[in-house]
Each structure stands twice: as structure tokens, then as C-alpha cells.
């Protein structure tokens, strides 16, 4: 009876159990391998945030992703009050560990690329004037070309808001070992012992006139320093920057200055909840008076400088208004409709024009009215307000180039922010410290290029 059962059974069936087996096998083989490169995809991703892993990849895992935030702002203490206990306290210190090798890593490469800027000028000719005074003979020498066994100075101006702010502090803390960076002085206090004597803690000059907030850091070893002046429309007067030099007379022979400088956030209103009355940040006159005021200051440092200034213009950032809280949310959700937005803009006319003829407000372009209206209309703390004021910089620095016979190199700050709004904190929208080491970088890429394009001559004088 049972050969008869076996001999019914066909073979297909009889092979079942076998078959069920090799696909069990196969599939936990699969998810092996899987896990396997799980693992080595995660370790690749979270340990290693200088990997080849792309922009975009190095970006969102230099530590700081989401959140905008530098390492200091979260303790163990306050994610253990949350509830997690050691699991976020890990988390924490595992966060933290990150933030800093990004922040090292980025340390480490601006400060080569300062480092190959300024050896590629030592290395350059140094013209010396005929009647030059040999020091060492005492002797005065034909005019004749050496090569400098020291960089000439790098003079670094950093001209512009709070975006611009941000880059020098991190200038300040690659030149200077254990630099703390202190707002308002723009400067460093050091906590710890540099291991050589080639940084200087400078605070502003006395020397230099205090109606703009200013100050700067020195790398004597590199010979570049870096000089911030505080300046939310762009415009810095002739005799400020003529003071900034001669405080530093013996750093000027044969120095090379970078103009780098940006503006615009402090020319955009939002209605009721930033507007030229209740918020010092909104600059009309600058607003209404922005090419002025940026040929003024490029033909500035043309005269103090001459022909070895450097100009570097940075687009301002975009804004991120999914970040705004409070009142300005509630503007930014208002200006979304046609018929509040008109109610918007035709109270903001009224009191704009009224703070103009208060203020004695003027500009070179003529009506003040109509650029009222313009003004209320588009430059709005929006990002097509933003976009609005950075075509308005563009197309004057195209008509400029070609006046003044100057080329004027950008930084696309307006890019490298651009719809990265995991990168800025909550209730900011405009600031994103994690990108910072970008902007400074691209500025160093245009000096770098410039050396090597153009072969730079300096001359003594």
C-alpha cells in the first residue's frame, strides 16, 4: 500500500519540500549580503564625512544637517532632560564629535589654500623700485627683479552684515590656534597656548576712526590678515579704509588686498513685522540708494588700493521662509494672497514715504516716490525679494565692469544657499553656519585662480 501512495505522488510534488529550502537559503544568503553592505554603506556615510561621497552627500553629513546649529549649542545634560537618559546623551557626544571634525576638516583645507595662495606670491617677482636700499650692503640698487623669501602681506577685507561676519570668524579661527571668536570686537581672546608665536589677537585699530564697527586677525607666519568691517548697505567712506592702512604701514609694501564684501539683508522689509520704523535692520536709504553706494565703495578701494586690490562681490543668501515663526510667518502666509499682499504693500507706501520725507531721505536715481513703491512691491524678506535685490546687484556690476575696465569675481552665496533650508536654524531662515566653510573657500578658489591665471607682479612702493 505505501509503494502504491509513493508511486502516486507525482515528482514535481515530491521535490516541493527541497525546492522551499533552496529558496529559504537564497533568501537569507540575500539579506546577509545585504546587511553586510548595509553596514559598510552606513560606516562609509557617518564615519568618514570627507569620503568622495558627492556635494550634496558631504554637505548633509558634515554633522550639522537640519539643524544650523554649531556643536556648542546642544549639551548631554539637555538631550538627557528629554527623556532618552545615556542613548541621547551618546547621541549627543556622537553629534558633537561630528560638528568638530567637520569644522577641523574645513579648517585644515582653507588654511592650505591660504597657505598655497601666499606661496605662489612669494614665488612670484617681486619688482623693486630703482634707488631701492639694499639692507643688507647698505647700497642703492638698480631696479631689478627677486624672488621674496617671505609672502608678501594678504589683506583680506571682509565688508558686508552678519553672513559676512560669520566668514571672518571662521577666517579668525584658522589663522589663530585656540582663537574664541568675540562678537562686537570682532576678534579672538585665546583660551589655549598657540605652539608658535606666528598669530597676533588684534583688536579694532585706535588708529582707526570707531563710526564703523571693525576689527581683524593676523597670521604673521602666512602673512595674511583678516580685516571685517560691519557694513549692512555695502558702503564703507574712503578715509575709513585710508586709516585701516596706515595703521599697519609696514604690512602695506607691496601688500595684496582682497575687497570682499556683500549686502542685502538689511534692505527687506516684511510688512508690519519688519518694516524702515519699528526695525533698525531695514535700511532704506540703502535700499533706495544701492548702486550708488557700491560704486561709491569699489572706486574706494580702487584709489586706496590700486591696481593689487582684488574685488569679490557674494550674492546674499536665499531665505527660507518655511524657518520663519511667529510674526513672520504669519506676514509671509498673508503675502500669499493677491488681495493681502496689496493691503500689505499699500500700508507699507504710506509709511515708507512718510519715514523718507521725515528722515530727509534722498536717492540718485531720482523719484523717491516711485522707488518707494518699488521698494514695498519686491523687496520684500522673502526669497523673491532676495532674488529681486541680487539681480539688481548683478546687472549693476555688469554695467560697472565695463565703465570702470575692472573685472569683479562672485562668490554665488545665493547658490550655495539655495533651497538648503535643513542648513538654517529654526526662526532664522538666512544664516547657515554649516555652508560657511563654503563661501570662504570659493573666495579663496578666486584669489588662487587669479594667481595662477594672471601671474601677479607686486610691486614696492
Known sequence: ???????????????????????????????????????????????????????????????RAGTGLNSSSASPAHSSSLGGGTANTSATLFQTDHNAKWDDTWHVSIYQQLHAIQEGRRRSPLILPTGHIDEATGQKTAKAEITSTTPPALLILMLGDSTMEAQHKLLC????????????????????????TNHEVTPASAAVSKHLEEGSCINTALNVRAWYVKSGNCEVPESYLLDGLKSDEKASK????????????????????????????????????LEDSLDHTLRSMMKVYGSNAMLVCMSAHSIAEAKFTGEYEQAVLLLRYKEKREKVVSSCVNLTQAFAEESNITSIRGDVGGQVQEF????????????????????????WEKDAGRVVDVVDGHLITWQKSWATPVADGRHYPTLVPLECSQDGSAVESTITDDDLTLSCT
Not at 557617518?46 to 558634515?62: C, I, M, N, W
Request: glycine fraction near 8%; proline fraction near 4%.
Open 173 to 196: 579661527e584658522v589663522l589663530i590656534p585656540g582663537c574664541q571668536y568675540t562678537p562686537g570686537a570682532y576678534s579672538c581672546r585665546q583660551t589655549s597656548t598657540p605652539t608658535s
Open 376 to 399: 514695498c512691491e519686491k523687496a520684500l524678506f522673502m526669497e523673491e525679494g532676495m532674488q529681486y535685490l541680487n539681480g539688481r546687484v548683478r546687472k549693476f556690476l555688469k554695467e
Open 254 to 289: 607691496g601688500m595684496e588686498v582682497v575687497s570682499y564684501f556683500t549686502c542685502g539683508l538689511w534692505m527687506l522689509h516684511l510688512g508690519n513685522a519688519r518694516h524702515v520704523k519699528s526695525d533698525f535692520r531695514v535700511d532704506l536709504k540703502g535700499a533706495l540708494n
Open 1 to 63: 500500500m505505501n509503494e502504491q501512495l509513493k508511486s502516486a505522488v507525482k515528482p514535481e510534488e515530491a521535490a516541493a519540500p527541497n525546492n522551499l529550502r533552496s529558496v529559504v537559503c537564497f533568501s537569507l544568503s540575500l539579506l546577509s549580503l545585504l546587511a553586510v553592505f548595509g553596514c559598510m554603506l552606513l560606516n562609509t556615510v557617518y564615519f568618514s564625512p570627507v569620503k568622495t561621497l558627492g556635494y550634496e552627500a558631504q554637505l548633509f553629513h558634515g554633522g
